[in-house]
Every structure is written in C-alpha cells, then in structure tokens.
C-alpha cells in the first residue's frame, strides 16, 4: 500500500545550520507530493508541495525535489533559524484520492 | 477571513460524557476530514466526507461519528469519552483537481485544532 516514511526526531541545530529532513515514499501512480509544517500550538500548514517527477518546491527558503527514481522528497534549508522550530510532516495523495502523512519529525533551533 | 475554523479550542471534560466539536471552511472545498493527533505528533485520519457522503471510514471506535449538514461543515460527535480520547482534532478541507488516471487531491488546510481534554 500506499505510505510515507520520513526520518525520526527530534532534530537540534543551531541557527544558520543546514537542515535535511530525510522523506521516502511508497506509491502507485502518480502522487502529489508535500511538507507541511506545524508550529507550536497551531494547526498544520502547507510549506510546499510538488506534483509531477523532477518538480522542485520552494518556500521560505525550504525546498523538496520530487525524486521518482529514489522514491525521495527530501526537505532542506541552507541556512535555519529560530522560527523553523516546528514539526515538519511528509505527505502524499495519490491517485486514487487517499491521503498519507508521514510520523512527524520535531526540529529545534537553537541561537 | 479564517478559512477552517473550529470550536471549541479546548474541550476538558470527564470521561462517559458526549461532547461535539465543530467545524466549518469557507474555501468552497468538496472534501473534509478529521484527524487525531497524538501526544507524540502522530497523524490519523479518522473521517473524510466528500459532497455529504462519508469517503473514509478508517478503524476507529463507533462511539465517534462525523455529521455533515452541508458542505461546509463536518462535526464530529463523541459517545462516552474515555481516557485515551485525549489528543489533539484536527478539521481539514481540500478539494479535487485535475481528471483522469492524474487525479488527486489537492492540498488539505488545517484548522487550528481542539485539544480535548478527558478526565
């Protein structure tokens, strides 16, 4: 079946580190791909997405490459801050209308 | 202009008693669902309910029940709240785009959550 398998936290960094969230996903079709974000207390919010193979996503300085021939979709930031600190979720809908959330994995930032 | 909302925010309450929790997406979406979250972050879908028929009905006790009075709304009701109901509920909405073999939903907006609370 369908399921998206991303790296566990928790994740600490210091400011201006690089970041990578590690995301693998198995899928029939063609999925949509996406990060979403979710920051303390609040609901979840869609950071990126990319929809076809190759597609690369960007947002607030996070980007994700759709990879099909490693069934990948990593997450990274070149630079993070204090305000990253959030859990970050992997997901993917495929084509037959179901989505699929990933575990979750918690990053810290600290200065 | 909120595009889900959800009410109540918090919901503390002891355990056997019936409780509801509400929510509405002004976005015009087709699609809604309910998650539950728990302490450790896990997601789990619990109902998606697409133009009023219930899409998704993954393995969850029947003491929940999802209620639909439009497409704009999803309510979900809860029988004889136990100790492990505790988590975090999530709304969501999201819409069907494209046709064909490439179809797929398109990204779910969250409501800000209910953090239910049972004692």
């Known amino acids: 079946g369908n399921s998206v398998t991303q790296m566990e936290g928790p994740v600490t960094l210091s400011e201006e580190a690089f970041l990578t969230i590690n995301c693998t996903y198995t899928a029939t079709g063609y999925p949509s791909l996406f990060w979403y974000v979710q920051y303390p207390g609040e609901g979840l919010q869609l950071l990126l997405k990319a929809t076809k193979a190759d597609d690369k996503g960007s947002n607030k300085g996070f980007e994700a490459t759709y990879r099909k021939e490693t069934t990948s979709f990593h997450l990274e930031k070149g630079s993070v801050q204090v305000s990253d600190s959030a859990v970050y979720f992997c997901?993917?809908?495929?084509?037959?209308?179901?989505?699929?959330f990933g575990t979750g994995t918690s990053l810290t930032v600290i200065p | 202009d909120t595009a889900v909302s959800q009410t109540p925010k918090y919901l503390v309450t002891q355990m056997g008693n019936d409780k509801s929790i509400k929510c509405e997406q002004n976005l015009g979406h087709d699609t809604m669902y309910w998650y539950k979250q728990d302490s450790k972050k896990f997601l789990k879908i619990m109902f998606s309910?697409?133009?009023?028929?219930?899409?998704i009905n993954e393995t969850v006790p029947n003491r929940f029940s999802p209620k639909s009075p439009d497409k704009a709304h999803l309510n979900l009701h809860i029988n004889s709240l136990e100790l492990g109901d505790s988590a975090v509920y999530f709304c969501?909405?999201?819409?069907?785009?494209?046709?064909?073999?490439?179809?797929?939903?398109?990204?779910?907006?969250f409501g800000p959550g209910t953090r239910l609370t049972v004692l």
């Open positions: 997901a993917l809908s495929d084509p037959g209308n179901q989505f699929y």
């Open positions: 969501a909405s999201s819409n069907l785009y494209g046709g064909g073999e490439r179809s797929s939903y398109n990204e779910q907006f």
């Open positions: 309910y697409n133009n009023k028929e219930l899409i």
